[in-house]
């Protein structure tokens, strides 16, 4: 009787952590972030198409393994010198197994291209524009034009980080560049992430589509406190986006 | 031995064509000049076989139908038991590479060492 | 029924240490590469539990920052440079002549030499680990521009390094140049090119490979040395260089390179399955012609590691990539087909090609994933990608690599491994191996970059570490177990004879371990498996 009490303990445990890997799946995401700009609503979607593709297909492959390993099984009775069926191949099957994952992978192309030329597009006129320079440890943001900058404080542990405040809904034209070696800006909430290099700069395009805090990391190794170059991002709503703005641009001009 | 040449003009016309594709869609120099030099190898090894590696004579290995006899006789050449060289060799690279970042003074030593090697080599090669 | 027999029974000899070192037979040299790497491979294991350590929980702090970078550092070094490659070659050494029926590799004494390169270049690369006082080479085995320019990581440790890989380079290309020589040469009378098992097939691959692209490769290191010690500044934007033409010369060696690594042990997979299935190879033709498509094509996508840096054009890279996946699955389909209708043997060899076609499968497909570059923009350096290739080249090169163990340590040495104790090896470093990766893949989708030294609490990545090192530990526990296994089988001394295993390829023909050529008498060669032939002459073609 007490074995199968803790049995059924057990399985209670684990049921909360199954069933919240299996949440992900049956809610969509297959564990990605849903993308809090429009550009990365893009990318979720076609992470999606690239996961439920994916499932068929290791579906099917799994399938074809676990048949023939339970299905051709020497079994013990059998005499252990028994041959399979000797063919060599089936060139019509050959070529349907080449023709189909050509067919597929075509497809994912198109899908990624297109997704791509969107997630890269500029727009002629950014509502806001900020300057984003990466440095061993830290980053810069500077709204040019405002008279505003963020700066990182010194870092060696996990800090809070610098914050980009950014508008709801409109396109902020982030332009990205390094102080000294390759750093790279990630939101993983964005989905999109981009390489900071010294002597070049980057233009890309981001559009909120949701209020919150974002976490945001560097995503290139560029030496010893790489990992503690956190900053974040914050987005809100336009008027208090002005007010933030305003409120930083007079306490600098006071400093 | 034609399949291996088929195969390496394959190759080089890969590396050929796709580095074509790649200057025009891209215009960027130093993929380019990567992928057309890769072709290069194929085609010198394509152009070795047809010239000396026997394609148009076909050997025994070749040939389907050959039987083990075909080959008895043939001198495939000599296979040395053991050598000390190749460990002077290394010796002496490291030797020469420790020197380009400990101190040029060793880099005597480390080309000394390999020459010996080398030399060494190739005498035990003339046995 | 009689078999003719193709060698006689040596008295078995000691090898003494001597011998072993300056051998150049090819048995010998394939021996002392797999021994060495492997060696390796517990080094770079060892590497690996320390970062595991560090990564169980947040508040962890089991090493400091820098020693933990020069941790990843030489871990990857070691494993894809010292362990994996050279293993493959190893084995390659050590089965090329017996699976083409030649005496020996065309030139025995390069063989030699390109095994104390590979043995130099190890010693170099973990000196660099540790070389100087402000801590060794903490750059990762990317060793991107300009942090590893001199004034970003001015110790001598990456120096070391670069020199390390430079005769690493060296020894891959004069292996390259033997393998290309003995296949296309040295084959017995018989032994077309279409009837080469598929090991040798896919090592010729992997050779030609390794000849094209690791010149590149030293180019781009020489270059680096040069900027670093002698005043250049190539990548160096300050001196109006370009970081970015450093990536192009590495990944155009880093991509083939991971061919280079998985080539030789799609090899072995290829040689297990039919034995244990009982079957021939299903669509020979196609799994040749997809490995020669699967090397070519792995020219053309390096930079699909470059999406992120906005330099290259993507769509390019992401077409090839996503077409490397099309002769990938032909071989996936060969594999399967080959143990339909066939009677299958669970022997250990076949457990671990087994779990290397699950877990492959999974690398396979989250790699078609990261080749769509708008993904990668989300999962490029995080821990989706490590989780990615850990499948690809642990779940895969390495259960291919133990498969291979398993499967021609008895021709190597005459004896038996312990078949309780290798079922044993196979469930825990399958259960350890999943267990370790399968949460990385969490990790990166929820944004935890790689080279991440520790991680803030409670944002969702404790759980999955903490899960990962317990999954090394189980790991760990594998290969304990492996190496017992080896040294119980090596006691205990179970006779293997010719053929444990009623095998295809030549190397079955012959005494186990071969004599000194290789083969008294050779057999008729009338198909891709002789010694199958000779068992069975009335199903011979």
């Known amino acids: ?255 | 031995m034609r399949t291996t040449v088929w195969m390496m003009l394959a190759l080089f016309a890969f590396g050929a064509i796709s580095g074509t594709i790649y200057w025009f869609v891209t215009y960027e120099p130093a993929g380019t000049l990567l992928l057309w030099s890769f072709s290069l190898m194929p085609l010198i090894v394509a152009g070795y076989l047809v010239l000396h590696g026997g394609v148009r004579v076909g050997t025994p290995a070749d040939d389907p139908e050959a039987t083990p006899d075909r080959a008895a006789g043939q001198e495939l050449g000599t296979f040395p038991a053991a050598s000390t060289w190749p460990v002077v060799l290394v010796l002496g690279s490291i030797t020469v590479g420790a020197s380009l970042v400990y101190g040029l003074l060793l880099l005597p030593v480390g080309l000394g060492v390999m020459a010996l090697a080398v030399l060494g080599l190739m005498r035990e090669s003339r046995d | 029924m009689e078999r003719p027999v193709a060698a006689q029974p040596e008295p078995p000899h000691r090898v003494g240490p001597v011998e072993r070192l300056t051998s150049t037979d090819h048995k010998n040299v394939g021996i002392l590469y797999c021994v060495t790497a492997f060696g390796f491979f517990l080094v770079g294991g060892a590497l690996a539990g320390l970062m595991r350590v560090e990564l169980t929980e947040p508040a962890r702090q089991v090493v400091s920052t820098q020693a933990y970078n020069t941790l990843f550092t030489i871990h990857g070094t070691v494993m894809i440079f010292l362990f994996v490659a050279p293993f493959g070659i190893g084995l390659a050494n050590y089965l090329i002549p017996l699976q083409i029926g030649a005496p020996d590799m065309a030139f025995p004494r390069l063989n030699l030499t390109s095994y104390w390169f590979f043995a130099g270049a190890g010693l170099l690369i973990l000196l660099s680990g540790v070389a100087s006082a402000s801590g060794g080479a903490a750059m990762g085995w990317t060793a991107y521009t300009p942090l590893s320019e001199l004034r970003y990581s001015p110790g001598v440790g990456l120096d070391l390094w670069i020199l390390g890989i430079v005769l690493v380079a060296i020894s891959n290309v004069m292996g390259g140049v033997n393998i290309l020589t003995t296949v296309f040469l040295m084959r017995a009378p018989g032994m077309t090119m279409w009837r080469l098992p598929i090991f040798t097939w896919n090592m010729v691959v992997t050779a030609i490979l390794g000849l094209v692209a690791f010149p590149p490769a030293v180019a781009a290191f020489a270059l680096l040395f040069i900027d670093r010690r002698l005043g250049g500044h190539a990548f160096d934007p300050l001196g109006g260089g370009d970081p970015a033409l450093y990536q192009h010369l590495f990944w155009f060696l880093g991509h083939p390179e991971v061919y280079i690594l998985i080539l030789p042990f799609f090899g072995i997979i290829t040689e297990v399955i039919p034995v244990f299935s009982r079957k021939p190879l299903f669509g020979y033709l196609g799994i040749v012609l997809a490995t020669i498509a699967i090397g070519a094509l792995s020219m053309g996508v390096w930079a699909h590691h470059m999406f992120t840096t906005g330099v290259v054009n993507n769509p390019f890279f992401s077409a090839m990539s996503l077409l490397i996946a099309v002769p990938t699955g032909v071989k996936f389909f060969a594999w399967t087909g080959t143990m339909w209708r066939g009677k299958i043997h669970f022997t250990v060899p076949m457990l671990f090609a087994l779990a290397f076609l699950l877990n492959f499968l999974i690398g396979g497909v989250t790699g078609v994933m990261l080749a769509s570059a708008p993904i990668d923009f989300h999962m490029n350096d995080s821990y989706f990608v490590v989780a990615h290739f850990h499948y690809t080249i642990m779940g895969g090169s390495v259960f291919a690599i133990f498969a291979g163990i398993y499967f021609w340590f008895p021709k190597m040495t005459g004896v038996m491994l312990r078949e309780r104790l290798g079922r044993v090896v196979a469930a825990l470093l399958f259960v350890g191996f999943n267990l370790t990766f399968w949460p990385q893949f969490v990790l990166g989708l929820r944004g935890f970059p790689r080279r991440y030294v520790s991680y803030p609490a409670d944002i969702g990545f404790d759980t999955p570490n903490l899960v990962s090192t317990i999954g090394y530990a189980v790991l760990f526990a594998g290969v304990v177990v492996f190496l017992a296994d080896v040294a119980v089988s090596l006691w205990r001394r179970v006779p293997a004879g010719d053929d444990p295993w009623d095998a295809n390829s030549l190397e079955w023909v012959t005494t186990s371990p071969p004599p000194e050529h290789n083969f008294d008498a050779l057999p008729q060669i009338r198909s891709e498996r002789p010694a199958f032939d000779l068992r069975h002459p009335e199903l011979a073609p």
């Open chain 1, 1 to 255: 009787m007490r074995r199968a009490v803790r049995a059924v303990r057990v399985r209670r445990r684990a049921a909360p952590a199954a069933l919240a890997f299996l949440g992900t799946a049956c809610s969509g995401s297959f564990g990605m972030p849903r993308g809090a700009t429009e550009q990365g609503a893009d990318i979720f979607r076609l992470w999606q198409i690239f996961f439920v593709t994916a499932i068929p297909v290791a579906g099917v492959v799994y399938g074809l393994i676990f048949w023939s390993v339970f299905r051709y099984r020497r079994r013990r009775s059998e005499d252990p010198d028994a041959l399979g069926s000797q063919f060599r191949g089936n060139h019509r099957l050959e070529v349907v197994y080449m023709g189909i994952p050509i067919l597929i992978v075509i497809g994912l192309f198109a899908a990624s291209a297109a997704v791509e030329v969107r997630v890269d597009r500029v727009s002629s006129d950014p509502a806001v524009v900020v300057n984003v320079e990466a440095y061993q440890w830290g980053w810069r943001f500077t709204y040019p034009g405002q008279g505003v900058t963020v700066v990182s404080p010194p870092s060696g542990e996990f800090v809070a980080g610098p914050q980009m405040v950014l508008p709801l809904g409109q396109t902020t034209r982030i332009v990205l560049t390094s102080n000294d070696v390759i750093h790279a800006f990630w939101v993983p909430d964005f989905l999109y992430k981009h390489d900071a290099i010294p002597g070049r700069t980057f233009a890309f395009d981001i559009a909120p589509t949701r209020t919150g805090t974002f976490y945001g990391e560097c995503a290139e190794f560029c030496g010893l406190n790489h990992a503690y170059m956190t900053f974040s991002v914050r987005v809100v709503q336009p008027a208090e986006f002005a007010m933030w703005l305003e409120q930083l641009r007079a306490g600098q001009a006071a400093a």
